[in-house]
């Protein structure tokens, strides 16, 4: 599968929305525009293939790299390097992030591992898929390491 700029994908309860695939860019970057809840929190995990950037662009998120812990608020960015383990948890409603990946690809992941969004609303909260995201992950070079902090 490809994605085009406009896609929208409902992914491990958030909505996302491809910005600029890696397909329009020659493979050097993507950017991705994402939609949460509060609450939300991604599975600890690490890329070996790119380096992810998220900026906020409303609300605020609690990320870790690593060891470290970080509140990012709307108009800050956290860059998570390759190879380095790394998590976030949605502090507010409304909440959206620009994904930047580089080099872009990443969203191919998405993509495979949800589902196309119908119209640009959040999906039903539902336990997420783990299994199946772990089982996508590895072909995307990236590894599921545990459940969300808290």
């Known amino acids: 599968m490809t994605t085009t700029a406009g896609d929208t994908i409902w992914f491990d309860n958030m909505l996302m929305e491809v910005l600029l695939p890696a397909s329009d860019t020659g493979g050097t ?19 070996d293939r790119e380096d992810q950037t998220v900026y906020v662009l409303a609300g605020a998120i609690t990320a870790w790299l690593d060891d470290d812990e970080r509140t990012v608020r709307a108009g800050e960015l956290i860059h998570l390097p390759r190879g380095r383990a790394h998590a976030f948890r949605v502090d507010e409603d409304g ?24 119209g640009r609303r959040l999906p039903d909260p539902r336990p997420p898929d783990l299994a199946t995201m772990v089982a996508i992950a590895s072909t995307y070079d990236c590894e599921i390491l545990g459940p969300p902090p808290t």
Do not use: C, D, K, W
């Open 29 to 47: 970057i993507s950017i991705l525009e994402q939609t949460h809840v509060r609450g939300y929190g991604t599975p600890v995990h690490r890329h």
């Open 95 to 118: 909440t959206r992030l620009l994904e930047i990946n580089t080099p872009g690809g990443f969203e191919e992941f998405h993509a495979e591992a949800g589902e196309p969004a119908a």
